[in-house]
């Protein structure tokens, strides 16, 4: 699976953004896909997520009301959608993909096989 994340960009806080995370090479419709993040000098930290049989999708705490995640399988594609962003948002976003992990682990940035190459997240107090 190849993953092409876009979307970012630079936005004042309170401010709205939409990544999108567009997948080749293989169908999404049965591929759990999440979205972390990785801010400067941090590790990388879970943002959001499907589990590939399951629609109901799952938050981080700190972005849950703000944040939607959800996908289009007849595109291939999986967006997120960010609202009333704080300047605690910025980060390099990413998308990721995995076919075989297991539901604890959804949240785990070292289960996922497959990594879009990141876009950058700015959001200006």
């Known amino acids: 699976v190849q993953l092409q994340a876009s979307g970012g960009g630079l936005v004042q806080a309170g401010g709205s953004l939409r990544l999108s995370c567009a997948a080749s090479?293989?169908?999404?419709?049965?591929?759990?896909m999440a979205w972390f993040r990785q801010a400067p000098g941090k590790e990388r930290e879970f943002v959001a997520a499907?589990?590939?049989?399951?629609?109901?999708?799952r938050y981080a705490d700190s972005v849950k009301g703000r944040f939607t995640i959800s996908r289009d399988n007849a595109k291939n594609t999986v967006y997120l959608q960010m609202n009333s962003l704080k300047p605690e948002d910025t980060a390099v976003y990413y998308c990721?993909?995995?076919?075989?992990?297991?539901?604890?682990?959804?949240?785990?940035?070292?289960?996922?096989?497959?990594w879009g190459q990141g876009t950058q997240v700015t959001v200006s107090s």
């Open positions: 990721a993909a995995d076919q075989s992990l297991i539901l604890s682990s959804l949240t785990t940035a070292q289960q996922y096989d497959f």
């Open positions: 499907f589990f590939r049989t399951n629609s109901v999708p």
């Open positions: 090479g293989r169908s999404l419709s049965r591929t759990s």
